[in-house]
């Protein structure tokens, strides 16, 4: 030590030394006295002392891997059923519609050709419908028919072939002749 | 439980010498569930009972044997499951003999005392040699830093020289000294603390 103790502080550690020696003797007294070769039924005991707690660790490993599984499968599900999303949750023609609700069924999206407009709708009755197509870039109205009874405006019987990028609106007419609730769709022509 | 921590530095190189790196590989490989290990570890175990049973006679009987051998289960279990704090400063029997030591002194702290004691016969301890004469050094040990222990456990429980300790520590005899007279004050003072007499 850098410091020359007391003379009592040395004899306290000369004493924490001989304290460090009786344990160490009865230490190794009882290591040699624990020496030899295992019996059968000596080993057969500590395998059956050990063996409740490592089964009982693995168990409780086994279920905490299943709890934190299913935690994570919960999770994933929570966030499929409430984070917002880009498309619709339901498909077109896949549930009802609400009372005065459009639904435009066709065209909608890429296209090979403009061959009919079809749509649907969730109101009672037999309403009317105004079918409204326009061109999306120049906003040149293409095709207007009006009194509709049907879900459907064949277009065979039109000249399409200019049609590249269309807006479609149908508006649900009712029975005092006022146009009511509307569909809009964009419908373009691809290869 | 006996030993907590990780060693660093030089101390890591202690931590090798005589068993005590293959014993703390086996402890690791035998938690890891390596088959070989574990029946090795269990082989290494079967000391538990023979320790246990060697201090109760050093210490006048004061258990039966059936109670010594329910003593051998719990230390078993309270054994492996401290496993993961060994850290192989010392050989695994000195670990399990430290443990041993605790649990037997525990238990005695909670039986009636020694004149009421009925239906076993109780001997007598050797002088100076009673459950709680050494427990509490084992404690203060345990409260050194990692590179402190060592050098102490070295010296007196391995017995070796300074001059060994320094080779395995890569350090000169007079630095190791210095280290184990400042151990030996730390323990001084954590020894005046649990007997209630702390001068430092």
Same mark, same amino acid.
């Given at each position: +030590?850098?410091?020359?103790?007391?003379?009592?502080?040395?004899?306290?550690?000369?004493?924490?030394?001989?304290?460090?020696?009786?344990?160490?003797?009865? =230490?190794? =007294?009882?290591?040699?006295?624990?020496?030899?070769?295992?019996?059968?039924?000596?080993?057969?005991?500590?395998?059956?002392?050990?063996?409740? /707690?490592?089964?009982?660790?693995?168990?409780?490993?086994?279920?905490?891997?299943?709890?934190?599984?299913?935690?994570?499968?919960?999770?994933?599900?929570?966030?499929?059923?409430?984070?917002?999303?880009?498309?619709?949750?339901?498909?077109?023609?896949?549930?009802?519609?609400?009372?005065?609700?459009?639904?435009? @069924? #066709?065209?909608?999206?890429?296209?090979?050709?403009? %061959?009919?407009?079809?749509?649907?709708?969730?109101?009672?009755?037999?309403?009317?419908?105004?079918?409204?197509?326009?061109?999306?870039?120049?906003?040149?109205? @293409?095709?207007?028919?009006?009194?509709? %009874?049907?879900?459907?405006?064949?277009?065979?019987?039109?000249?399409?072939?200019?049609?590249?990028?269309?807006?479609?609106?149908?508006?649900?007419?009712?029975?005092?002749? %006022?146009?009511?609730?509307?569909? /809009?769709?964009?419908?373009?022509?691809?290869? | +439980?006996?030993?907590?921590? #990780?060693?660093?530095?030089?101390? *890591?190189?202690?931590?090798?010498?005589?068993?005590?790196?293959?014993?703390?590989? @086996?402890?690791?490989?035998?938690?890891?569930?390596?088959?070989?290990?574990?029946?090795?570890?269990?082989?290494?175990?079967?000391?538990?009972?023979? +320790?246990?049973?060697?201090?109760?006679?050093?210490?006048?009987?004061?258990?039966?044997?059936?109670?010594? =051998?329910?003593?051998?289960?719990?230390?078993?279990?309270?054994?492996?499951? *401290?496993?993961?704090?060994?850290?192989?400063?010392?050989?695994? #029997? *000195?670990?399990?003999?430290?443990?041993?030591?605790?649990?037997?002194?525990?238990?005695?702290?909670?039986?009636?005392?020694?004149?009421?004691?009925?239906?076993?016969?109780?001997?007598?301890?050797?002088?100076?040699?009673?459950?709680?004469?050494?427990?509490?050094?084992?404690?203060?040990?345990?409260?050194?830093?990692?590179?402190?222990? %060592?050098?102490? =456990?070295?010296?007196?429980? #391995?017995?070796?020289?300074?001059?060994?300790?320094?080779?395995?520590?890569?350090?000169?005899?007079?630095?190791?000294?210095?280290?184990?007279?400042?151990?030996?004050?730390?323990?001084?003072?954590?020894?005046?603390?649990?007997?209630?007499?702390?001068?430092?």
């Amino acid at each position: +030590m850098s410091q020359e103790p007391s003379e009592r502080a040395r004899r306290e550690l000369e004493e924490v030394a001989r304290a460090l020696d009786r344990a160490a003797r009865l =230490e190794r =007294e009882a290591i040699r006295a624990s020496e030899g070769a295992s019996t059968a039924d000596e080993l057969r005991a500590v395998e059956a002392a050990l063996e409740r /707690v490592r089964g009982s660790q693995g168990g409780a490993s086994g279920r905490r891997t299943w709890l934190i599984a299913a935690g994570l499968l919960v999770g994933a599900l929570l966030l499929w059923r409430f984070l917002p999303r880009d498309e619709p949750r339901a498909r077109p023609g896949r549930v009802p519609l609400g009372e005065g609700r459009v639904e435009i @069924l #066709e065209p909608v999206g890429g296209v090979p050709s403009f %061959q009919r407009v079809r749509w649907r709708t969730g109101s009672q009755g037999r309403p009317r419908y105004r079918v409204l197509v326009l061109d999306e870039v120049s906003g040149q109205e @293409l095709l207007d028919q009006t009194d509709l %009874q049907a879900f459907e405006l064949p277009l065979d019987n039109r000249d399409t072939h200019a049609w590249q990028r269309i807006r479609i609106e149908v508006y649900e007419i009712d029975a005092s002749g %006022q146009e009511g609730r509307v569909a /809009v769709a964009r419908a373009w022509r691809s290869p | +439980m006996p030993e907590s921590g #990780e060693p660093e530095g030089p101390v *890591s190189a202690l931590a090798g010498r005589g068993s005590g790196a293959s014993d703390l590989e @086996l402890a690791r490989r035998a938690l890891a569930g390596v088959g070989e290990a574990r029946r090795e570890l269990d082989r290494r175990l079967v000391c538990v009972p023979r +320790m246990l049973n060697h201090l109760n006679a050093r210490w006048g009987r004061p258990l039966q044997a059936h109670d010594v =051998e329910d003593l051998s289960q719990d230390v078993l279990v309270a054994l492996w499951r *401290s496993l993961p704090s060994y850290a192989g400063l010392s050989a695994l #029997e *000195s670990w399990i003999f430290r443990c041993c030591h605790r649990a037997l002194a525990a238990r005695l702290r909670r039986m009636p005392p020694l004149g009421s004691t009925q239906g076993s016969k109780v001997l007598e301890p050797a002088a100076g040699e009673g459950p709680e004469v050494h427990e509490d050094v084992y404690q203060a040990l345990e409260t050194l830093e990692p590179r402190a222990r %060592q050098v102490v =456990e070295l010296k007196h429980f #391995e017995e070796r020289t300074f001059e060994e300790i320094g080779a395995v520590l890569e350090r000169s005899p007079n630095t190791v000294k210095t280290w184990y007279y400042q151990a030996l004050e730390e323990l001084r003072r954590a020894l005046g603390r649990s007997r209630g007499s702390d001068e430092a």
